[in-house]
């Protein structure tokens, strides 16, 4: 499908450029990072947020198809070596806990919980949206637990509509609040959660259903 072709409304109620968001580096290579204790989720929370301050971005984001490096910091990803997964299948928006959140396109909610434990995705919605003929999905991880409280499977939300918000520690999944946004083609039976995380040896296949998603955050031009 050609993303572009879609009249997007953006997820985080505006598009991020270059004026509002900051690009952020998890990867293995990013000296500062080595330095921070991830497993203390206020040190996380202080690494990434003095880097929006110090340079006036309202946002931080990145992270699709990444090799990261922080989710050493939980075992929900520290299987064995083979198995470990590492590499990020969405893009993550950091911004303040509180900040509104909207719908993309016309769609309906397709599932939801609270997917809970150190690391986790926390309070997550995936929404189900039919366009062209195509079937697929959004996902939205890293939420507030009462915004799962008034949803029921099949509702209706339209685009542009704000219906849930980026959540707090330790509620989010104990992460800097931030959104994790994802699109998949097929949720494989699963309900109220999907991987975000792949390991580098079922890369082929989640990069295949989970396309880029940046179009729908406005990061053409960032």
């Not at 910091?73 to 909207?102: K, M």
């Amino acid at each position: 499908m050609n993303w572009n072709k879609l009249s997007i409304f953006p997820v985080m109620g505006e598009p991020l450029s270059a004026q509002n968001a900051l690009p952020l580096d998890f990867t293995a290579g990013n000296a500062g990072l080595r330095a921070v204790d991830l497993s203390d989720t206020s040190s996380f929370d202080a690494f990434v947020f003095q880097q929006l301050h110090s340079t006036g971005k309202n946002y931080g984001h990145g992270g699709y198809l990444e090799k990261r490096d922080i989710y050493r910091r939980s075992e929900v990803f520290a299987t064995a070596q083979e198995d470990f997964r590492n590499i990020h299948l969405g893009i993550d928006i950091w911004t303040a806990a509180g900040s509104p959140i909207f719908a993309p396109l016309d769609g309906k909610v397709h599932s939801f919980q609270d997917n809970e434990g150190f690391g986790n995705y926390g309070p997550t919605i995936i929404l189900e949206h039919q366009v062209e003929g195509q079937l697929f999905y959004s996902l939205y991880g890293h939420l507030r637990r009462e915004d799962l409280q008034s949803l029921e499977a099949g509702q209706v939300v339209r685009a542009g509509k704000s219906f849930c918000r980026v959540g707090p520690y330790p509620e989010n999944g104990d992460w800097p609040p931030h959104l994790h946004f994802q699109l998949i083609w097929d949720l494989e039976g699963k309900w109220g959660d999907y991987p975000g995380v792949a390991a580098e040896k079922e890369l082929n296949f989640y990069a295949q259903n989970c396309p880029d998603p940046r179009v729908f955050l406005g990061l053409n031009e960032c």
